[in-house]
């Protein structure tokens, strides 16, 4: 638990300006670049924060060209809106997630997320009844209103709700900081290495000619495109990649995938719009054998794979 003092009636007003919108939807999946289809699972979710902020979009967004903003229905609830401003913390998807009297969720886990990760999914319980039950690790959890919790999504995990009401959580995923960190229990950040946990870095906007400067040619390993997959040193399975400046930003565009931004970190170093720093990619091209290092990481262990460039223009 990171906090139980959350105001009920607070809560209970933002919930009831948003209840009754129209806007609710089933879940859907994000892969690639492509919205998924609807989940056939009885679990509606209405965005206060989603890619491009368009309240259609009731997935989780990823890797890609869409930045997330609030959508409309944010300002609907300000209350919730001054919780997730007090993370102090860069936030991508913001949904409330609403599951049905007698649904349950079969186990899963939901890969990459985690502090080895780089960002976390939180939750704030709006409606429960004793019959909505997570299960985390084999471990029963039945989360009240009025609080915020934590739990590691990348463990196996899965939900019911056997009640006869709906079970309604606010879902924040949220960058990993210093700040968010701090809301954590002493006990926990005491025997939590900072070496396994993947913070998050400003981004360093590109000047336009070095938008120029950075754009090149070269292979990408089919893992390095397999979002939670470590990358691997299979030449056989490359694919042909470009990186070029459009309109102020950086682009990667790999053959058969959607192109994704590159957000500069500092050094030649990038990772991808809609991602953390679990996957980068660092441009050497200023040497004489210009190259592009790929990398992955879950915490202290990261696995790297190094392909020769091909810049487009003559530094």
């Not at 400046?245 to 957000?263: K, M």
Request: with cysteine.
């Amino acid at each position: 638990m990171l906090r139980d003092d959350l105001d009920l009636d607070r809560l209970g007003a933002d919930l009831a300006e948003l209840g009754g919108s129209e806007h609710w939807a089933l879940q859907r999946s994000f892969e690639d670049g492509i919205v998924g289809e609807e989940s056939d699972v009885d679990w509606k979710v209405l965005s206060l924060r989603a890619p491009r902020g368009d309240l259609r979009r009731t997935d989780p967004g990823g890797p890609g060209l869409d930045w997330f903003h609030d959508t409309p229905l944010m300002a609907k609830a300000p209350y919730l809106a001054e919780i997730l401003a007090g993370l102090g913390t860069e936030l991508r998807s913001v949904r409330l997630m609403a599951l049905a009297p007698g649904v349950s969720v079969e186990e899963h886990s939901d890969n990459p997320i985690g502090l080895p990760y780089g960002y976390l999914r939180l939750h704030i319980p709006l409606v429960t009844n004793p019959g909505a039950v997570l299960v985390v690790d084999g471990a029963e959890h039945r989360w009240q209103p009025g609080t915020l919790w934590y739990a590691d999504f990348d463990r196996p995990h899965s939900v019911r709700n056997t009640g006869d009401r709906v079970r309604i959580h606010l879902v924040a995923d949220c960058a990993t900081n210093d700040n968010l960190l701090a809301l954590f229990p002493d006990s926990f950040r005491a025997g939590l290495p900072s070496s396994d946990i993947a913070f998050y870095r400003p981004v360093l906007p590109l000047t336009r000619s070095e938008l120029a400067e950075f754009s090149c040619r070269f292979a990408v390993p089919f893992t390095f495109m397999e979002w939670g997959l470590a990358v691997e040193d299979d030449p056989e399975t490359d694919l042909a990649a470009e990186v070029t400046g459009e309109d102020g930003a950086l682009v990667l565009r790999v053959d058969g995938r959607a192109p994704v931004e590159l957000l500069h970190l500092g050094a030649g170093e990038f990772r991808l719009l809609g991602w953390s720093e679990e996957r980068l990619l660092r441009f050497d091209l200023f040497g004489e054998t210009p190259q592009v290092e790929l990398s992955t990481r879950r915490g202290r262990r990261r696995q790297v794979v190094v392909r020769q460039a091909r810049p487009l223009t003559t530094v």
